[in-house]
């Protein structure tokens, strides 16, 4: 029998949004860090959303471009400065029924993914995201 060699790759990603009005034009940005993977991504969001609504919105789009990229099987974990998007998913449950459906859809996705954590952050320790964020307020400012 052969030695087979298990890699696992840790991946940790950071993700912001960036809302002009409360609600109003919103962008998203992340960061995905691992080992030989350095991505950034910024995009804007095409309806107006409340900047709570644009976070959950960023998470989801991450999901989504984790299970594009075929990124399931890692060991991921997702920073962000939301406390609410934090507590909501570590809750499976939000007090606002506005953010129901969000909360409803990320967690389906989360079942997809054997080793994701998401982790709350200080906003002083979420820069880098929080500048693609603002470059995708920028791209919704132009639609």
Do not use: C
Request: charged share 20%.
């Amino acid at each position: 029998m052969q030695n087979e060699r298990i890699v696992t790759v840790v991946l940790k990603i950071y993700i912001d949004a960036s809302t002009k009005g409360n609600p109003g034009p919103s962008g998203g940005g992340f960061m995905i860090i691992g080992e030989g993977l350095y991505v950034q991504k910024s995009f804007p969001f095409t309806q107006k959303l409340t900047n709570h609504q644009a976070e959950f919105s960023v998470l989801s789009s991450l999901l989504d471009y984790l299970l594009e990229e075929n990124l399931v099987e890692h060991t991921i974990t997702v920073h962000t400065d939301s406390k609410v998007v934090a507590q909501a998913i570590a809750k499976k449950f939000t007090k606002n029924s506005a953010f129901d459906s969000l909360v409803e859809e990320i967690l389906i996705k989360f079942a997809l993914f054997p080793l994701l954590f998401l982790k709350w952050i200080p906003e002083s320790q979420n820069k880098g995201a929080d500048h693609l964020a603002r470059q995708g307020l920028a791209k919704a400012l132009k639609l």
